[in-house]
Nanobody
Framework: QFQLAASGGGSVQDGGSLRPSCVAS????????MGWFRQVPGKLREGVAA???????YYGPSVKGRFTISKDNAKNTLYLQMNSLKTEDTAMYYC????????????????????WGQGTQVAVSS
């Protein structure tokens, strides 16, 4: 059974950093395209960052240069290093895995992702 468990969100002030993580079980992170998405109540889920099985990465324009996605194959874990956080980064963050290879903007399209974690809340205050 494929499962994703996200944690590591929290509350920080504007300019701070967080590093959510997502542990996979039942399969291996190296075999899939994996991504982080975020959602604010009343808005559509937004693709934040993604990494494919060859470690190619893709970032949304609002986070590029501030966030870094990575994975640790030995720990079967996906990470999102979030620096220079802004109040507009406040959201529920979800990790996800796609059951097929993805390229370019499709890597940040939630439609193509089959497996989802439960989410971890990030709150940034001014």
């Amino acid at each position: 059974q494929f499962q994703l468990a996200a944690s590591g969100g929290g509350s920080v002030q504007d300019g701070g950093s967080l590093r959510p993580s997502c542990v996979a079980s039942g399969w291996h992170v190296r075999a899939y395209c994996m991504g982080w998405f975020r959602q604010v109540p009343g808005k559509l889920r937004e693709g934040v960052a993604a990494i494919d099985k060859n470690n190619n990465t893709y970032y949304g324009p609002s986070v590029k240069g501030r966030f870094t996605i990575s994975k640790d194959n030995a720990k079967n874990t996906l990470y999102l290093q979030m620096n220079s956080l802004k109040t507009e980064d406040t959201a529920m963050y979800y990790c996800a895995a796609a059951g097929a290879s993805l390229w370019g903007v499709h890597m940040l399209t939630s439609y193509y992702y089959n497996y989802w974690g439960q989410g971890t809340q990030v709150a940034v205050s001014s």
